[in-house]
C-alpha cells in the first residue's frame, strides 16, 4: 500500500495514489475522486481532502474543484480561465484563485 490514501466510499474504503489522481469535485459534502478514466463517489468534503493530499502537487483552483498540479498541461484563457489536464478534461479557475493558480504554475505576465 506504498503511499497510497484511503478515501471513504458508501460501501468501504477506496485507495488511490495521490500521482494518479486527476481532479476532485465536490457537490455539497461529498466528492467525486477523478482518477484515471474513471470517476469515484466519496464520502468527504472538499475541504478535508485538501489537508489530506500533498499541497505541493493539490491546489483548490475553485471553490469546488482541486487539481492535480502534476496533470496540467495546458492553461487557458478563453473568455473563462480552465486547466487543460492530461486526459483532456478541463477544469475551471475562479478568478480570485487565478493568481495563485499562475504563481504555482510558474507563469509570469
Known sequence: MKNKIS????DGYLFLLPDEINFIKSEDIYAFVYY?????????????L????????????????????DRVVKFKRTNKFTL??????????SR???????????IKE
Not at 485538501?50 to 499541497?55: I, K, S, V
Not at 487543460?84 to 479557475?93: A, D, K, Q, R, T
Not at 480570485?96 to 510558474?106: A, D, H, I, S
Request: net charge positive; aromatic share 6%; with cysteine.
Open 7 to 10: 478515501f471513504k466510499t458508501l
Open 36 to 48: 484515471g478514466g474513471a470517476r469515484h463517489f466519496i464520502n468527504c468534503s472538499l475541504k478535508s
Open 50 to 69: 485538501e489537508e489530506m493530499l500533498p499541497r505541493d502537487s493539490f491546489l483548490r483552483c475553485h471553490r469546488s474543484y482541486l487539481v492535480n498540479l
Open 84 to 93: 487543460l489536464l492530461e486526459n483532456g478534461l478541463e477544469v475551471p479557475i
Open 96 to 106: 480570485q484563485k487565478k493568481e495563485l493558480v499562475m504563481r504555482k504554475l510558474g
